[in-house]
């Protein structure tokens, strides 16, 4: 990416994720922002919030903003490791890609091919996916804890 698109994308222009209009994949449309369930078969319950407006950083956030974004993470890594039983769940916030706040909550499996290491990220061409049954039944699940 190159330097300029990326400031573009700082300032909200061209940003991937404004609006957040696709809810296909949403497991729930929290206070902060929508959750979207990856199809991922490596990281089954692998989800993402997206912040409901366009903010960089946590630090972007006012206090009671930045409380309550970390509250519904808590929330929803919660409920994905009541569904899918990891091993572990990862948090994590980049933006280097994309600069709209996000987080990664990645449920992390003993047999998982990056257990011994930090998470590859993939583009969603490159997942495992679940067979369409698996990923219906699992959104539907979640969902319902929603």
Request: proline share 8%; aromatic share 10%; net charge negative.
């Amino acid at each position: 990416m190159t330097d300029e698109l990326f400031l573009n994308r700082k300032d909200g222009i061209g940003c991937p994720m404004c609006p957040d209009t696709d809810d296909s994949d949403v497991i729930w449309h929290s206070p902060v922002g929508k959750i979207h369930l990856k199809n991922d078969a490596d990281y089954r319950g692998y989800c993402v919030l997206v912040y409901h407006r366009h903010a960089i950083e946590l630090y972007d956030l006012h206090p009671s903003e930045r409380s309550h974004f970390i509250d519904v993470l808590a929330t929803v890594s919660e409920q994905i490791a009541a569904v899918c039983q990891p091993a572990k769940m990862n948090t994590a916030l980049f933006g280097n890609i994309v600069p709209h706040l996000h987080c990664h909550l990645i449920p992390r499996y003993f047999d998982d091919p990056d257990w011994n290491q930090a998470p590859v990220f993939r583009p969603d061409s490159e997942r495992r996916p679940l067979s369409p049954e698996n990923y219906a039944a699992l959104l539907a699940e979640l969902r319902a804890k929603f």
